[in-house]
Each structure stands twice: as structure tokens, then as C-alpha cells.
């Protein structure tokens, strides 16, 4: 059973923003932390981004700070990834995953897994 269900992908022009939204089915999400992964074709999951399960912490990669903001609302059991200024080389499928409580990059250490969404950018 998929708990995680993303929204939110789709194709924008250089430079233009897109929020995508990560649904939680469970009742106990506020006990996960939450992270937003990408995948290029023929490669694995990187981590874009996380934020734990109370949102007093978060972490971006080096690529994307500045212009990626992760949130919570943990009353809609919702993870938000609000993605602006984007660059074609952001093109990739986004998921959200889930592990307890903190934060890791490794997306080996995520054992709850959206099926994705696209975001393509072109120049």
C-alpha cells in the first residue's frame, strides 16, 4: 500500500516555479521525516531536500538552496516543496519519501516511497 502521493509536477519555461505537494495517508505522520528526491533517467534517487518531523530542521542540496523551500502542514499531513527560478537541468521525477523522525541523505535510509511526479523545464 502507497501511503505518499505527490502533486504538483509538470512543464514550465525556464525561470518559472512550481509547488509540488506530498500527501501522507497515515495517521502518524507527524512522526516521519520527510524528504523530496529526484531521479534522472538511467540513475539513481538524490536527495533534494528534507525537513523533520517536528519542521525546525531542514537541508537542501548545494544545487537548489536559494531557490527551494521545503514545508509541513502537519494538521493536512501535507510536505510541500515550493520550487522557484527553475533550470532545465532540474528536469527529473520528483518523489517524496519518509523515515522516522530525522533527516538523512541517503535515500536508502527511506523505507516509505511516493510513485513521483515529473517536472520538466525547458530553456
Known amino acids: 500500500e502507497v501511503h505518499l502521493v505527490e502533486s504538483g509536477g509538470g512543464s514550465v519555461q525556464a525561470g518559472e516555479s512550481l509547488r509540488l505537494s506530498c500527501k501522507d495517508s497515515?495517521?502518524?505522520?507527524?512522526?516521519?521525516?520527510l524528504g523530496w528526491f529526484r531521479q534522472y533517467p538511467g540513475k539513481l534517487p538524490e536527495g533534494v531536500s528534507c525537513i523533520d518531523r517536528d519542521g525546525i530542521s531542514t537541508d537542501y542540496e548545494d544545487s537548489v538552496k536559494g531557490r527551494f523551500t521545503i514545508s509541513r502542514d502537519n494538521a493536512e499531513n501535507t510536505v510541500y516543496l515550493d520550487m522557484n527560478t527553475l533550470k532545465p537541468e532540474d528536469t527529473a521525477k520528483y518523489y517524496c519519501?519518509?523515515?522516522?523522525?530525522?533527516?538523512?541523505?541517503?535515500?536508502?535510509?527511506?523505507?516509505?516511497w511516493g510513485q513521483g511526479t515529473q517536472v520538466t523545464v525547458f530553456p
Open positions: 497515515r495517521l502518524t505522520f507527524n512522526l516521519y521525516a
Open positions: 519519501a519518509a523515515r522516522p523522525i530525522s533527516c538523512s541523505p541517503s535515500p536508502n535510509e527511506y523505507n516509505e
